[in-house]
């Protein structure tokens, strides 16, 4: 079976491995308190251009959205989501379950703007209801999309008006750095944000996420929050090690800038044989529209992610690339897809 169901199937880039079997038998402070966390912090802070930034390494996506989150907000504070954020379809109710609100509404190319914010600030409007305090977001989308940098400097504008949050989520971080539509700079983040991540989990490292705190009040007791709910690694040196790796020279990008290549090859394969797309996606993720039984014969040699009925005889399909995916590989997917589809058109 050939796995385009995700962009972790696989362990690590062979260059993370390297490092970690090289240095496998130093014997360091444990907690993060390690040479190797102490210099990939600064490695971080030179490439984002912030030097003051408060970074610390998190083993996962879901348990950096729940600490993040449930440490910034007060019992009484609120999260917006877009209905397609992750917070809200892919995390078992772990925001709600730490006793913060999840603030949903649906989300045009599952991207938030400052009249949708606005649109849920003004149903929230006394004590009687929950009061709305951070804004989350995903770039790439879980959809695929992604934000410009007009479209999240106007988000953010609108957030420091209301006195919001801004809290993006970057687990596909690289494959949005590297799209061909997008126009922000991982320097850019630190100025349009409060808090960010870093992801590494589904950029190349065997796990972990890099959380950036640009807003200094909000960091306070982040440390604690960590090893409250048990997030801080006694091994830390295992996520510093990654990350000191993925950032050095350009190998963050030459991940971010494979998993697109591959993803690239898959739309135009889709679209030269008369296919749609749920979302115009310039991601590693790619959502078209497919005829049930062309899905099912594909099944048989592929995996994939069912996203959703279209209509009674089509279905939106994910279909995921990563650094790992093999150029042959989609050279006889797309193959095998062309001679399928001549039977459903």
């Not at 995700?6 to 260059?15: L, V």
């Not at 995390?91 to 913060?100: L, M």
């Not at 409060?194 to 200094?216: M, P, Q, R, S």
Request: with cysteine; glycine share 8%.
């Amino acid at each position: 079976m050939i796995s385009f169901k995700n962009d972790y199937s696989e362990g690590a880039h062979p260059r993370v491995l390297e490092a970690l079997i090289r240095t496998n038998l130093e014997q360091t402070d444990g907690y993060g308190e390690d040479p190797y966390t102490l210099e990939a912090y600064e490695r971080i802070k030179e490439k984002i251009q912030c030097k003051d930034c408060n970074i610390r390494f998190i083993v996962g996506g879901t348990q950096t959205n729940l600490l993040v989150i449930s440490q910034i907000l007060r019992p009484h504070q609120s999260v917006i989501s877009a209905e397609t954020g992750h917070i809200n379809g892919h995390e078992t109710g772990a925001i709600e379950a730490t006793g913060h609100k999840v603030e949903l509404i649906p989300a045009p190319e599952g991207k938030l703007t400052p009249a949708l914010v606005e649109k849920v600030l003004s149903l929230h409007t006394d004590a009687h209801n929950v009061e709305p305090k951070m804004v989350y977001i995903s770039n790439p989308t879980e959809i695929g999309t992604l934000y410009k940098k007009a479209e999240l400097e106007a988000l953010y504008s609108c957030c420091k008006e209301h006195g919001l949050y801004l809290f993006m989520d970057g687990a596909r971080l690289a494959s949005a750095l590297t799209s061909e539509y997008n126009d922000i700079a991982l320097s850019d983040y630190p100025k349009m944000t409060d808090v960010f991540y870093i992801g590494g989990t589904k950029c190349g490292a065997l796990f972990g996420e890099v959380a950036v705190f640009v807003n200094k009040d909000i960091f306070d007791g982040f440390q604690y929050a960590i090893k409250q709910r048990g997030a801080l690694l006694a091994k830390g040196r295992l996520l510093g090690l990654q990350f000191g790796e993925l950032f050095k020279d350009d190998l963050y990008y030459e991940i971010g800038e494979h998993s697109n290549k591959m993803a690239d090859m898959l739309k135009k394969c889709f679209a030269d044989n008369g296919f749609g797309f749920a979302t115009d996606s310039y991601s590693n993720q790619q959502f078209p529209i497919l005829p049930d039984k062309l899905v099912a014969d594909l099944g048989a040699k592929y995996k994939y992610t069912f996203t959703e009925k279209y209509d009674e005889n089509n279905s939106v399909i994910r279909f995921v690339t990563s650094w790992a995916t093999k150029p042959a590989d989609v050279e006889e997917f797309i193959k095998d897809f062309t001679e399928l589809a001549k039977r459903y058109r």
